[in-house]
């Protein structure tokens, strides 16, 4: 093999082995009833895996697929399985501490834009409609509410992934991870063209968006949820972008660049994903107007935050795409 066919040998190596320590452990970990490690460890299991998979997404052509499409699909769905209780337990801190902030005023702020529930205020200068006792109740019963729903879900993602890592099917991807930090099977060829086209296609989906809208402040594009996805996908896109630079060696620079981008397009994720939660709790039967009202308000309070993500995004990406000129 050449020395360039040896670069996604050597990270899918590398990775693999990354795996297996993790693996290791969070089996020692879960023995010893050490919940913080177990975590970690279920972390970087999950970090290592998309990683694995990125790669052989990226650089298919480079790979036997009867061999590496069975594995990319069985890491996903691991990846997921272990990213669901993490997820419902960051949405939920991120909920109760927006909650405390708005329970440091007297009174409930004027929700900017539409409520989830139909509820909440129909403009930004539309007045608090609940006096401040009424305000600070509807405030603890909607954190009360969300409490309950999505310590509901994370004990059932952890009894999943429990389950999950105990199954056959877990015990079949990790075998075959054990093998390919021995063994690789890549044919010889040059990975720096199918990096390329992972960089040329996060740049037409880049250019895809509303950048233009997002450059201005306060400017509404991202209160309602209908314009997500073409952010999701690009999400996606500079993940395997950025994978496939590790693969052949880019520059420490511009992969901190993206990492940076990354964590602004998590940051956007993330506070979709609470507004959504915030939106489920209004829909929730038979609850008191200033629940709901409190819901309403932390709903766009998140999809404001979505908003200062995209404002965020757009910059550095300028900045980045000015810095190869």
Do not use: K
Not at 150 to 175: E, M, N
Not at 179 to 185: E, G, N, Q, V
Not at 224 to 241: A, M, S
């Amino acid at each position: 093999m050449s020395g360039e066919g040896e670069l996604l040998a050597t990270y899918l190596h590398c990775r693999s082995a990354d795996f297996l320590r993790a693996l290791r452990r969070h089996r020692e970990s879960s023995d010893a009833t050490d919940q913080d490690r177990s975590v970690r460890s279920a972390l970087d299991m999950r970090c290592a895996a998309r990683r694995i998979g990125g790669a052989l997404h990226t650089f298919r052509p480079l790979t036997d697929h009867a061999w590496a499409d069975p594995l990319r699909t069985e890491l996903a769905w691991l990846s997921g399985m272990l990213a669901r209780e993490h997820a419902y337990a960051d949405r939920l801190e991120r909920l109760l501490e927006a909650l405390q902030r708005m329970g440091s005023s007297t009174a409930l702020p004027a929700a900017r834009g539409d409520g989830p529930s139909g509820r909440a205020p129909a403009g930004p200068d539309a007045p608090a409609t609940a006096p401040p006792r009424e305000s600070a109740l509807g405030i603890a019963r909607a954190g009360a509410l969300l409490e309950r729903q999505l310590t509901l879900a994370r004990t059932r993602a952890h009894s999943a992934a429990l389950q999950a890592l105990g199954s056959s099917r877990f015990h079949a991807v990790a075998d075959a991870v054990a093998l390919l930090a021995s063994d690789a099977p890549v044919a010889p060829g040059d990975p720096v063209p199918h990096a390329a086209l992972a960089e040329r296609r996060l740049g037409e989906a880049v250019a895809a968006l509303p950048l233009g809208r997002a450059a201005r402040p306060y400017n509404s594009e991202a209160v309602h949820e209908g314009q997500d996805t073409p952010w999701h996908q690009v999400r996606l896109l500079l993940r395997l972008h950025r994978y496939a630079q590790e693969v052949t060696g880019g520059d420490p620079a511009g992969l901190g660049t993206l990492a940076e981008a990354s964590r602004t397009l998590d940051r956007h994720r993330d506070a979709a994903e609470a507004a959504a939660a915030a939106a489920a709790a209004a829909r929730t039967a038979r609850i008191a107007p200033a629940t709901a009202y409190a819901l309403g308000v932390l709903h766009s309070e998140q999809r404001h935050q979505v908003e200062a993500a995209r404002f965020a995004f757009q910059r550095q990406w300028r900045r980045a795409t000015e810095a190869v000129r």
